[in-house]
């Protein structure tokens, strides 16, 4: 007598029991290996609470980043006003919901900072990004300043002149054209604006955000977005103090 039926069970039902457990082995398989999401914060303080809030982020910000990791935390000097901007990463978005909820109960995060902060805040606008396929970050060591470049793009393709342009601005013409000035990350936006593209760069100094933007303009057709552009937006960022790139 089979196996299954000395033990009351059918040859189907072993069958999809088998099916079920190599399909959730995969699945935990697939969640182990998966790339980590990166989460992009932009908040809007009102002007005459800027200072106070730098200041009290300087004291209290190690509460939140204790909990997760955050890339960088800059202010925002050209290309919008009286903003921060900080990027954060987790493992997963399974990750940042726990991330989330351990914030939610920590006192001392609550009373310490987010009550005394949250009437400063004008504005807050987040969007969660992958790192571009075949790319990784380059974190890069000194001081300098840095560049938040956001891109809408259009068109069948868009996706592999993207990679182009990163790998022309890493490796081909664009690579260190302008001295001091490398990309720190390349970025598809997941969730939020669609056919987006961020890009971080990291300068010596301010001038050189100019200096770039004519090298970018002037590369191959290959490695150009422009046929591909819609729209796109540059900051000028500085790092604070609380930020692990400087």
């Not at 809408?152 to 990679?163: D, I, M, P, Y």
């Not at 191959?220 to 937006?233: N, V």
């Amino acid at each position: 007598m089979a196996l299954w039926r000395t033990i009351g069970l059918s040859s189907r039902g072993t069958v999809a029991r088998c099916s079920l457990q190599n399909s959730s082995t995969r699945s935990l398989s697939a969640a182990t290996n998966q790339e980590p999401v990166y989460e992009l914060r932009t908040y809007t303080v009102y002007p005459d609470k800027m200072r106070e809030y730098l200041s009290l982020t300087s004291e209290e910000f190690h509460l939140r980043t204790a909990h997760s990791k955050v890339l960088g935390f800059w202010t925002s000097e050209i290309g919008g006003l009286n903003q921060v901007v900080h990027i954060w990463e987790y493992e997963s978005l399974a990750h940042r919901s726990t991330v989330r909820a351990k914030l939610a109960g920590d006192k001392e995060w609550i009373s310490r900072y987010v009550s005394r902060v949250a009437g400063m805040w004008q504005q807050q606008d987040n969007s969660l990004m992958t790192l571009l396929p075949g790319t990784s970050l380059a974190l890069p060591s000194g001081t300098g300043v840095y560049e938040l470049q956001t891109v809408t793009l259009q068109g069948a393709g868009w996706s592999g002149a993207l990679r182009n342009y990163v790998r022309a601005c890493r490796e081909g013409e664009g690579a260190r054209a302008v001295e001091g000035t490398a990309l720190v990350g390349a970025w598809k936006g997941v969730l939020g604006p669609a056919s987006t593209a961020v890009l971080l760069w990291r300068h010596q100094g301010p001038d050189s955000c100019v200096a770039l933007r004519g090298v970018l303009e002037s590369l191959a057709e290959d490695s150009s977005l422009t046929p591909h552009l819609r729209s796109g937006h540059s900051k000028l960022i500085l790092p604070h103090a609380v930020s692990p790139l400087q």
